[in-house]
């Protein structure tokens, strides 16, 4: 027993360092060529940084020159590309986001980029289906939805690309069943969720739409919410009827849904023009 | 322990002319140990200043929104303090602004800085198994582990480096133990701990970026809100480990700077006390000067 102990203390035990004797002048030389390679990369790493940094920081670090490189897009793109196929990667349609229990919920903001639309929309709303397997345009009002599809409630977390999170209680049809009940044509790999009723800071019409891949709609935590906290969707939160997809980031949570488009290629995602990821999986 | 490398001036080892001209040196870092530490440098500045940019977009440190300006950031609330009361910055334009402006890529470019930071992550993650791979092939993983006593022997260390501009304003001796191991005890907690946090930010990073497919990870940190606090702190802990680390290297001189460019170190007196150590010997524990060689 004291012996193996010995043994192991042995294996971790720290060894003495290599020692070895040279001529001084290869020390000098050593010394000397490391320094100039340590310098290039010291070199490459300032240069890369001016290449990468963003014009308005090196504009206040005192860089005045425009450094307009195209390789920076590209590589913060790739960037973004090889961390989305790590995202989906990392998804699996069998797993179920956490739940919490009703008394554990946050206040949850209106995160509504712009203004608010005015509820005026809602009598007159109803969703339209695009891309069918029928070749149809389906129009679906709001009481057809609840009625015609089970209601499930669930109480997940929202969690923004900017950091801050909420925990609440939805209600609201499943996603796959509405997929199930108008199955989109069989080459359809993506949704295109959007809302016709969102406007942008100044209050002018701003269609919204994201890009949601039909495996994650297809999520048994997909849903189609008509309800927060039991009572029915405000206006802020998305009346009468907001995508509430917790895989994903809060911005793929549609409000306001207005019309549903299958297709085959990747549709457009309003914050992808800015820069952000189209994926968003979480 | 000693062998001629270089083939053309290969001696007789017992060869007297040329053991007098050689110089002994210690290969005390692997190549890979020595790049992924310089990389490290431009990679956590990139990661720090986008991270901050990051934080800008949803602060942790929040309070009510003040009733005058609606301001809600302990942060813009800090850079106020500092523009009203630095000499200097009583004209700054955007004083809410100014942590972000001096301590990140700026404020405002969530979706610029988060691509910035996925970029340098990947990058630091890469870096960080070049550097597992350095420690094991040039086996200095070793010297870096913990051992009994460390705790108070790195307090005794620490009293010591402290306690030299005193020394040395009062021209009195200040020694420490001495010690034949490859690093002090209180730099044995740097260099343990710091990869350490270097691997803790990744995990806890990962339980920020999918809290629902790593929902494991995201728990193990106490949840989603509680893994961004996690990383904020850990960026701290290696901005305080930069300031030290780099005082020490530079007092410590030449030879330390060198060693971990070039990989060698001519102080060779602690690696024989280690072989004398191995063949059972005590090593002598003899004060040093404060001007003696340590790093």
Redesign the interface.
């Known amino acids: 027993m004291k012996n193996q102990e010995k043994k192991r203390q042995g294996f971790?035990?720290?060894?003495?360092?290599?020692?070895?004797?040279?001529?001084?002048r290869?020390?000098h030389y050593?010394?000397r060529r490391?320094?100039l390679l340590?310098g290039a990369?010291a070199a490459a790493?300032v240069a890369?940084?001016g290449l990468?940094?963003?014009q308005?920081?090196l504009a206040?670090i005192g860089v005045r020159r425009n450094i307009n490189a195209r390789g920076k897009e590209w590589?913060?793109?790739?960037?973004?590309r090889?961390?989305d196929d790590v995202?989906e990667a990392?998804?699996?349609p069998d797993?179920r986001?956490?739940t919490y229990a009703k008394s554990q919920t946050t206040p949850i903001k209106n995160n509504y980029n712009g203004a608010t639309p005015d509820p005026g929309y809602i009598p007159g709303w109803n969703l339209t289906l695009e891309g069918l397997a029928s070749g149809l345009s389906i129009s679906l009002d709001i009481r057809k939805l609840r009625n015609r599809f089970p209601i499930h409630e669930q109480v997940t977390?929202l969690?923004?690309?900017?950091?801050?999170?909420a925990i609440a209680w939805w209600a609201g049809l499943r996603f796959d069943d509405l997929l199930r009940a108008y199955p989109p044509k069989s080459q359809a790999k993506w949704a295109r969720v959007e809302s016709s009723v969102n406007l942008d800071a100044s209050g002018n019409p701003d269609p919204y739409f994201v890009s949601i891949d039909l495996s994650t709609a297809r999520h048994p935590q997909t849903l189609l919410v008509t309800h927060l906290n039991s009572h029915p969707l405000a206006v802020e939160h998305g009346a009468p009827l907001r995508l509430l997809v917790?895989?994903k980031l809060g911005l793929k949570n549609v409000k306001a849904v207005t019309r549903i488009t299958y297709s085959a290629e990747e549709p457009g995602d309003y914050?992808a023009q800015?820069?952000?990821?189209s994926y968003d999986?979480? | 322990m000693i062998a001629l490398i270089p083939p053309h001036h290969e001696p007789e080892s017992t060869s007297t002319s040329l053991a007098q001209s050689g110089v002994l040196v210690v290969k005390r870092h692997h190549v890979l140990v020595r790049l992924s530490h310089w990389l490290n440098l431009p990679l956590l500045l990139g990661l720090i200043l986008s991270g901050i940019s990051i934080y800008w977009a949803s602060p942790i440190y929040q309070h009510r929104p003040d009733p005058n300006t609606g301001n809600f950031d302990v942060a813009a609330d800090i850079g106020i303090w500092i523009c009203a009361h630095v000499p200097g910055q009583h004209h700054y334009p955007s004083p809410p602004d100014w942590i972000y402006n001096h301590m990140s890529l700026g404020p405002g470019m969530l979706a610029l800085a988060l691509r910035f930071h996925w970029l340098c992550a990947y990058l630091f993650m890469l870096n960080g198994m070049v550097y597992v791979v350095g420690l094991v092939m040039g086996r200095g993983w070793r010297s870096l582990l913990p051992r009994r006593g460390d705790l108070l022997d790195a307090f005794r260390m620490f009293r010591y480096y402290l306690g030299i501009p005193f020394a040395k304003l009062a021209r009195r001796e200040w020694s420490h133990r001495r010690f034949n191991t490859k690093y002090n005890a209180l730099q044995r907690a740097a260099y343990f701990s710091v990869p350490l946090a270097g691997f803790v930010s990744v995990a806890t990073g990962w339980a920020i970026h999918k809290p629902m497919q790593l929902q494991w990870l995201a728990a193990l940190f106490g949840g989603f809100d509680a893994a961004r606090v996690w990383h904020f702190w850990l960026m701290w802990l290696f901005i305080f480990f930069l300031v030290p680390h780099v005082i020490l290297v530079f007092a410590d001189g030449w030879d330390t700077l060198r060693s971990i460019i070039v990989g060698w170190s001519t102080k060779v007196d602690r690696s024989e006390a280690i072989a004398n150590e191995e063949s059972g010997e005590e090593a002598p524990r003899l004060p040093c000067r404060a001007t003696a060689s340590d790093n």
């Open positions: 971790l035990a720290e060894r003495p360092l290599p020692t070895i004797e040279i001529a001084p290869i020390l050593r010394t490391d320094l340590f990369g790493a890369g940084a990468l940094l963003p308005t920081t206040r590589l913060l793109d790739k960037a973004l090889i961390d995202a990392l998804y699996s797993r986001v956490p977390r969690v923004c690309v900017e950091g801050w999170s917790p895989v914050w800015f820069g952000y990821s999986g979480i």
